[in-house]
């Protein structure tokens, strides 16, 4: 396993109060980017939270080279699992590049060990489209969950024994959940809201488009294998309750943003009793000359924050060119956020690497 140390981040961060706090803050002002949601933002600003104050961009954590994705779950052993696309995962490199690698991250994020996990079950070959991609894990009871996106539109495998070996449904979202990805709570689904586990996505069948809007679904935790069980949002009802219908043609919005949305993840912060949905944002700059999409290098950034999986969501965070790339995918992993829930890690794919960078939340008030 190669251990790579993260020298900016190696600081522990304390759960400062009073005094101690307010220093902090202040410190941490002088040294990051600090932005509110702008008049850009589609979604009214979050009642809760203040502003993201993020690490320089010379702090940013980068390994992996050449390889991008990496959605994220806390499994029951205490590591984080992820896949890798079109690349060569960590050093050292797997011999080919692989369309869908899997990998095992420990440690904190002051010293991240990764480590390329063989599993021919899973892995797949294929530049871009051509090839199966990870889009979303999941850790419930043991067993990982990942969707792969390319599948036409999606497909589920899952492992009971860490990633050595994968077995694929028999069955696929054939229509909208192009790019499907988890609702991440804590260490092996710890702290879940409910008995279900939720799935979200661009509607759209591709992972290449940008949709309108992202689409939700639910389904109980003991049958995420069976497709049938599956319920999808409806709608809202006046009092914000969700409506859920288990026709995939009867489903709803759970966030519009007309031609701007794009391969979300969502995770739960239990400190602060938000939800957290991110994702890059195109922009005309993100296409390259042959007119492809590309947000690894250039692209915008949203960050919606909600009280439940199904929303209101609202702006936390919205830049339309951020200051870095943002990557094709980006996700705030449980594991890393901190006791008080105002400092996370954001692992995202910027500059076609695994990339990591800290972000402090500021509060409108204390958290409930």
């Not at 991609?133 to 996106?149: E, F």
């Not at 759209?204 to 003991?222: C, G, Q």
């Amino acid at each position: 396993m190669r251990t790579t140390p993260f020298p900016s981040l190696r600081r522990a961060h304390p759960k400062p109060h009073g005094v101690g706090r307010a220093v902090a803050l202040a410190v941490l002002a002088a040294l990051s980017v600090s932005t509110a949601p702008n008049q850009a933002a589609p979604l009214p600003p979050s009642p809760a939270i203040k502003r993201l104050n993020w690490a320089p961009t010379n702090t940013i954590f980068r390994a992996a080279k050449g390889s991008d994705n990496w959605p994220m779950t806390w499994a029951d052993d205490g590591a984080l699992y992820t896949a890798y696309g079109d690349g060569n995962g960590f050093e050292p490199f797997v011999p080919e590049k692989l369309s869908l690698g899997f990998a095992k991250i420990t440690g904190a994020p002051s010293e991240i060990a990764g480590k390329n996990l063989r599993t021919p079950s899973l892995e797949q070959k294929g530049q871009g489209v051509a090839g199966r991609k990870a889009s979303g894990l999941l850790c419930v009871g043991g067993v990982l969950y990942l969707w792969a996106r390319n599948a036409a539109n999606a497909q589920l495998a899952w492992s009971a024994d860490h990633g050595a070996t994968w077995t694929w449904c028999d069955w696929k979202f054939t229509n909208s959940f192009g790019c499907p990805t988890f609702l991440n709570f804590g260490k092996n689904y710890a702290g879940a809201r409910d008995e279900f586990v939720y799935v979200y996505s661009p509607d759209a069948d591709s992972a290449y488009e940008v949709a309108d809007r992202l689409v939700l679904a639910r389904v109980h935790k003991s049958a995420i294998r069976n497709r049938s069980a599956y319920e999808f949002l409806k709608a809202l009802e006046a009092d914000g309750n969700p409506v859920w219908t288990r026709s995939l043609a009867e489903r709803g919005a759970v966030l519009n943003n007309p031609r701007r949305c794009y391969r979300p993840s969502v995770s739960y912060n239990p400190a602060l009793r938000r939800y957290w949905l991110v994702h890059s944002v195109p922009a005309a700059s993100s296409r390259d000359a042959t007119g492809k999409l590309d947000t690894r290098f250039r692209g915008g950034l949203a960050i919606y924050d909600a009280p439940q999986p199904w929303g209101p969501w609202t702006s936390a965070f919205f830049v339309d060119a951020w200051d870095t790339g943002p990557g094709d995918s980006a996700s705030f992993p449980p594991k890393w956020m901190s006791a008080d829930g105002r400092t996370m890690y954001l692992v995202f794919s910027g500059d076609d690497s695994f990339s990591v960078r800290r972000a402090e939340v500021e509060c409108t008030t204390s958290p409930p």
